[in-house]
């Protein structure tokens, strides 16, 4: 791999970074969470603001060099379960091992219980997720379908249950 991705706690400098990449994460999740932009263009910002200031949640920067290539959002970190809540990296930079690098390091940075949750129909998330849980943890894992909360039409989410 080329360089090798780096994690960085966001800071309020990032914030404008951070609201880029997340609208090309949008994008890419449009598609399987019938959503769309607003008038402006733009998507909601969703979970991302809640990250500044609250302890039991934190963002993280994927860059690989001087680069931003990506995000994680973390829930849970003072109260279990805890979630990878969000998770982006620019698809130029995808099948690189980059992601598979970023959310194994962040898991066992983080031990205890933790939740993954994932749409099927996204192509590539379910073998990346199934893959990253099982090299962390084995196969000590189960695989649980939940409802997307405040949309029925959507199809169920596929959740990842397991301890680091």
């Not at 969703?46 to 001087?66: E, K």
């Not at 695989?143 to 169920?156: C, D, Y």
Request: aromatic share 10%; net charge neutral.
């Amino acid at each position: 791999m080329r360089d090798a991705p780096t994690l960085r706690l966001i800071a309020e400098s990032d914030r404008p970074v951070v609201e880029r990449l997340w609208q090309l994460y949008r994008h890419d999740l449009s598609e399987y969470r019938d959503s769309l932009p607003d008038v402006h263009g733009l998507f909601e910002p969703g979970r991302l603001s809640s990250v500044y200031g609250d302890a039991n949640r934190c963002c993280y920067l994927v860059h690989r060099g001087d680069v931003p290539v990506g995000f994680a959002l973390l829930q849970g970190l003072e109260d279990e379960p805890r979630m990878i809540a969000e998770f982006f990296v620019l698809r130029a930079v995808r099948r690189q091992g980059v992601g598979h690098r970023v959310a194994t390091e962040l898991l066992r940075r983080y031990p205890g219980a933790w939740e993954i949750g994932f749409q099927e129909e996204n192509r590539g998330a379910p073998e990346f997720w199934r893959r990253v849980v099982t090299d962390v943890v084995g196969k000590t894992w189960r695989e649980e379908l939940r409802p997307v909360p405040g949309k029925p039409q959507i199809t169920h989410d596929h959740v990842l249950v397991f301890r680091v």
